[in-house]
């Protein structure tokens, strides 16, 4: 039987699921070294889900939320979650073969994956990750 494993993120704090060695966060993207300590295992998909929410979930309200979990026979369901490798690929197809991207494009795109996310809070995310960088007619250009 194959073990799953919950490993945190240093990066971002968040936790997530993998069968082998997580090599990247899908939450922020962080490479993840080979110690990245596992928090908890799990022998199937629905117990995982479990262990996830778990241990992204205050220590306070641990006992209760599992009771709950395990109660449950529905899976648990990510509204509007998109990996942000996702995004940025979408934005770079927008974005075409110059690499200029206006904020029009981004709303497109966040719309596309219904997200809830703000444009500007995503371009000023990826101005802080030096993948684009703003020009002065109000669009961003590409750096990747």
């Not at 082998?20 to 939450?27: E, I, K, S």
């Not at 979408?90 to 997200?115: F, T």
């Amino acid at each position: 039987m194959e073990k799953w494993s919950v490993v945190r993120c240093p990066a971002c704090k968040n936790c997530h699921g993998t069968r082998t060695r997580a090599r990247q966060c899908p939450h922020c993207g962080q490479t993840l070294a080979s110690t990245t300590p596992v928090v908890a295992t799990a022998d199937s998909a629905a117990q995982l889900r479990i262990e996830v929410a778990l241990a992204n979930t205050p220590k306070e309200i641990r006992d209760e939320l599992r009771i709950k979990l395990e109660a449950s026979q529905e899976p648990l369901v990510a509204i509007n979650s998109t990996s942000p490798r996702r995004l940025y690929a979408l934005i770079v197809d927008q974005a075409g073969e110059g690499g200029i991207i206006r904020r029009r494009d981004v709303e497109d795109v966040l719309n596309k994956v219904e997200s809830d996310m703000d444009a500007d809070d995503l371009l000023d995310q990826l101005e802080i990750n030096g993948t684009i960088i703003r020009r002065q007619d109000g669009t961003w250009q590409l750096l990747e």
